[in-house]
């Protein structure tokens, strides 16, 4: 009897120690879970978060006759993001949501404010970025019906026309601009050419297509057309016959002429990047502006979007003065607003530069490295005060003044 009763009673002991070890087991995997998604995790700290970026693969734009797929029939049409592009800017959205979890799962889905170029391939790309980003919460659920809702939710996107698109657009009116940008008459364009003379000749030799004298700028759109093929076909892109009669730099010196045609703006001055990169430096400033003006809470945290083309990524990297080469599909910078660890009264912005390869290469720029920073920034990242200070030069009035579309401020 006695011995029974014990017997039992070190088996309900057992059973109870048993459960408590699994639930401390239980307990410390959670908690270590959640230690390990803090730590890849961006969100401490981070008061605004802003994304520029190029949309993703496209077809080529235009096609010269010396074009391998000159007769190429393309089903998205000239200029369409294609599935490739797609399916990659959707993981970036993925890639996003991962990188700032807590911050993108405390945010109301109406604070998700995307604008866009025109362009139907960005405003496809930020459809795109969106539902890889915003894959809905539990409150966020829009049907019990439709299984697409457990996905997907939809958010808005807002773009303007053409010739008023001076924030994203690749070609707004504005006269003044090109006039400053006599690409031809700069010193550094001239000694480059002359650098590829021969290059230039044996290029018009084997492909019939005279690119010397004023025409050198076909150069640069034949090897993005290529770079667009060869995404498209993949294993089964044909490299056209004449790349190896030039010769065995052939493909080096197309893609140095598609990357100069892409940072020669770089050597422009202050005015020029004013009227390019200067609306959407203006409005980045500021959306940090008010951010730090109002109490930051879950119902006003924002995050904004801004989807373009690799012309406007690489006005605002020229005028930042981290411009290299032309910005990859789904290239472009994140630019974040965090709190200062020392000083919580201080914002700090933080520079990324995200390069579009296949999985994305995300990482920051040394704002005391460049030069239009460096005078007011001795750290990575920088002051919102002495960021802004640094951009100054770079922020118009009004645009349509500055462009001499108007002469009068409405
Ligand atoms: C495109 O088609 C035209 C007319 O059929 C032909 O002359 C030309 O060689 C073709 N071009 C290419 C790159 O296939
Ligand atoms: C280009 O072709 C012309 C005539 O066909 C020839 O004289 C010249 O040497 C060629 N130039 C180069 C750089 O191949
Ligand atoms: C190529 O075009 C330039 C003007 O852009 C001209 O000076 C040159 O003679 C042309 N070359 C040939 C071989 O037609
Ligand atoms: C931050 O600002 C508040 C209100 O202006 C002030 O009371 C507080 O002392 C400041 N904290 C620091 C660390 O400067
Ligand atoms: C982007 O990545 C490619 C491939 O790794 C590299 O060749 C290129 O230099 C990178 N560009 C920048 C600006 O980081
Ligand atoms: C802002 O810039 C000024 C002038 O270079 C410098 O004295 C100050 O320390 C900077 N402030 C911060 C927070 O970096
Ligand atoms: C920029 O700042 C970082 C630390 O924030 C430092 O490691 C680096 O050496 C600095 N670069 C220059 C040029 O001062």
């Known amino acids: 009897m006695k011995r029974s009763r014990i017997y039992e009673i070190s088996i309900v002991t057992v059973l109870v120690l048993a459960t408590i070890a699994i639930a401390v087991t239980t307990v410390v995997l959670v908690l270590r879970q959640e230690d390990e998604l803090m730590r890849k995790d961006h969100s401490e700290n981070l008061q605004l978060v802003q994304l520029i970026f190029r949309h993703g693969a496209r077809t080529p734009t235009s096609q010269l006759p010396n074009d391998q797929y000159f007769n190429y029939t393309w089903p998205e049409g000239m200029g369409g993001l294609t599935t490739h592009g797609k399916e990659h800017m959707f993981k970036y959205g993925q890639l996003i949501r991962d990188r700032y979890h807590f911050y993108i799962e405390n945010i109301l889905s109406r604070n998700v404010i995307a604008q866009s170029s025109p362009v139907r391939r960005c405003l496809e790309t930020t459809l795109a970025v969106l539902a890889g980003m915003m894959k809905p919460l539990k409150s966020q659920i829009w049907s019990s019906i439709f299984g697409l809702a457990n996905e997907w939710q939809p958010i808005g996107v807002s773009t303007v026309e053409k010739d008023s698109a001076y924030l994203l657009g690749d070609s707004p009116l504005c006269p003044k ?69 030039v010769g065995p730099d052939c493909m080096e010196r197309l893609k140095a002429f598609n ?95 995200v390069n579009g390869t296949n999985n994305f290469d995300i990482y920051p720029l040394y704002l005391n490295e460049s030069k239009t920073f460096s005078s007011y920034c001795s750290e990575i990242h920088c002051s919102l005060d002495n960021f802004t200070t640094s951009l100054q030069s770079f922020i118009p009035d009004d645009i349509k003044v500055e462009c001499g579309v108007t002469t009068e401020k409405q």
């Open 177 to 245: 601009v090109d006039q400053l940008d006599d690409m031809s008459e700069l010193p550094e364009t001239k000694q480059f050419l002359a650098n590829n003379e021969n290059f230039l000749q044996r290029l018009s030799n084997q492909t019939g297509l005279n690119v010397s004298g004023s025409k050198w700028r076909l150069v640069a759109a034949m090897y993005d057309s290529m770079v667009c093929e060869k995404d498209y076909f993949g294993d089964e892109y044909k490299q056209p016959e004449w790349v190896n009669k």
């Open 259 to 353: 990357d100069f045609v892409f940072t020669v703006n770089k050597y422009y001055k202050a005015p020029y990047h004013r009227l390019t990169a200067g609306p959407f430096i203006k409005e980045m400033l500021l959306k940090m502006e008010e951010t730090v003006n109002n109490a930051i809470n879950i119902n006003n945290r924002k995050l904004y979007t801004y989807g373009t083309h690799d012309l406007v990524v690489s006005r605002v990297l020229a005028a930042f003065g981290f411009l290299k080469e032309q910005p990859r599909f789904g290239s472009g910078l994140i630019i974040e607003l965090r709190s200062d660890e020392q000083n919580p009264n201080q914002s700090n912005v933080h520079l990324l530069y």
